[in-house]
């Protein structure tokens, strides 16, 4: 079973104050936390501990938040939440784009940063250490094992941050439907979903590329105006 209490969370901020104030809330939750001042010195961290989920600034000296994601996306699929000052829709699309697999805008309620650690912890690793028997689709050269979390493409594994996974084997799991932004992204996020978020937009985005860059062709297919499906 998933155990909260044994995770342990990496709080990537320039600003001492703001993580510290982080750190404290997710260790009343029971978390195990470290902190790092920038980029290069988060990866240190990375090296010398077993970090499950990585709350990251944008904004910081020697390597910001982005180029750091971009470094911790090339080997790991750990969730990263990531926060920023900057609340434009680009702003937010680039953090996805990235690798981000949330984006959450300063100033924030600390209690808001706590529930969407919990989830994206929920989502990353009680679904992947459930004890269900596994459920793995082919399609073509491409294999989904749900269990598992894992993609692969022959004997190769596709670098899929969580949300990419969740959002392949929905479609995957009935092919030839056509879902919606907003079906996709209850479904995936178990939020509720607002006509300017353009969250599903960039994930799917992401996840095409990948796709193809693996395969050679194309997977996924947008019917314009309606949604996204795989045949």
């Not at 390597?63 to 609340?87: N, W, Y």
């Not at 919990?118 to 992947?128: E, H, P, S, T």
Request: with cysteine.
């Amino acid at each position: 079973m998933w155990n909260r209490l044994s995770k342990h969370i990496l709080i990537v901020d320039d600003d001492q104050e703001i993580a510290r104030l982080v750190s404290i809330s997710l260790k009343n939750e029971g978390y195990t936390t470290t902190l790092a001042g920038n980029g290069i010195e988060a990866l240190q961290k990375m090296q010398e501990k077993d970090i499950d989920l990585v709350v990251l600034d944008v904004m910081m000296p020697e390597m910001d938040g982005l180029e750091f994601c971009q470094t911790v996306r090339q080997d790991h699929d750990l969730p990263i939440l990531m926060i920023s000052a900057k609340s434009e829709d680009m702003d937010r699309i680039t953090g996805i784009m990235t690798g981000a697999d949330d984006y959450l805008i300063k100033p924030f309620n600390i209690l808001e940063l706590v529930v969407r650690v919990k989830a994206l912890l929920r989502r990353a690793y009680y679904y992947r250490g459930s004890s269900h028997e596994s459920t793995t689709l082919e399609l073509g050269d491409l294999t989904i094992d749900k269990k598992k979390y894992k993609a692969m493409v022959q004997d190769n594994e596709l670098k899929l941050t969580s949300k990419e996974f969740e959002i392949l084997y929905l479609l995957a799991s009935q092919p030839g439907q056509v879902f919606d932004s907003e079906s996709i992204f209850q479904q995936v996020w178990k939020e509720k979903y607002y006509d300017s978020n353009n969250t599903v937009m960039v994930h799917i985005s992401n996840l095409r590329d990948k796709l193809e860059k693996a395969l050679g062709y194309k997977v996924i297919q947008t019917v314009w105006g309606v949604g996204y499906k795989i045949e």
